[in-house]
T-cell receptor
């Protein structure tokens, strides 16, 4: 099946630092989504991107839909302890309802 | 508005037993799906449905059955549980492509097969 390569797999940062993670694919996607999963819970949608080149913010989070439509980036500015969790990218190809997920980036924030 | 509700939250099965994981949504979403989450593997699609009466296989369908008799409900059946099916199962729903948006996930069912 289709694969999304998400990196890094894990990050250990100090509170206040900025964070960047990305997701790449060998195929074109029409929609890119970023989710966060807290321990013991289901993923929650953070940002949705629908157009190549689109840059969208949600508070301290900013995500971009790559120009080639084969990648997406998520940045978190001024991290805080509650940013801890697993971040997933997900993509949807044209004409398909299915979402393909990356394997996740586990973020740890040290106070 | 409860969103996506999954039951049970935890379950232990013996090898060979069968069971049904329940999923219900009250958002009138047409699209529903089941994922399993295993350490280091991300979320893998088991089965999905684009509307009542329509289901299709995802990436890892073997050992699972689904049906969609109503818009609201999308149960997942394990026919004969195996230890390899130990996992966390998530149900998700969304509007169709034309209405945009991402999935809404339930809080998961943690299944252990011994």
């Amino acid at each position: 099946g289709q694969q999304l390569n998400q990196s890094p797999q894990s990050m250990f940062i100090q509170e206040g630092e900025d964070v960047s993670m990305n997701c790449t694919s060998s195929s074109i996607f029409n929609t890119w989504l970023w989710y966060k999963q807290d321990p013991g819970e289901g993923p929650v949608l953070l940002i949705a991107l629908y157009k190549a080149g689109e840059l969208t913010s949600n508070g301290r989070l900013t995500a971009q839909f790559g120009i080639t439509r084969k990648d997406s980036f998520l940045n978190i500015s001024a991290s805080i302890p509650s940013d801890v969790g697993i971040y997933f990218c997900a993509g949807r190809q044209g004409g398909s309802e299915k979402l393909v997920f990356g394997k996740g980036t586990k973020l740890t924030v040290n106070p | 508005n409860a969103g996506v509700t999954q039951t049970p939250k935890f379950q232990v099965l013996k090898t060979g037993q069968s069971m049904t994981l329940q999923c219900a949504q009250d958002m009138n979403h047409e699209y529903m799906s089941w994922y399993r989450q295993d350490p280091g593997m991300g979320l893998r699609l088991i089965h999905y449905s684009v509307g009542a009466g329509i289901t299709d296989q995802g990436e890892v369908p073997n050992g699972y059955n689904v049906s969609r008799s109503t818009t609201e409900d999308f149960p997942l059946r394990l026919l004969s549980a195996a230890p390899s099916q130990t996992s966390v199962y998530f149900c998700a729903s969304s509007y169709t492509i034309g209405q945009g948006g991402g999935y809404t996930f339930g809080s998961g069912t943690r299944l252990t097969v011994v």
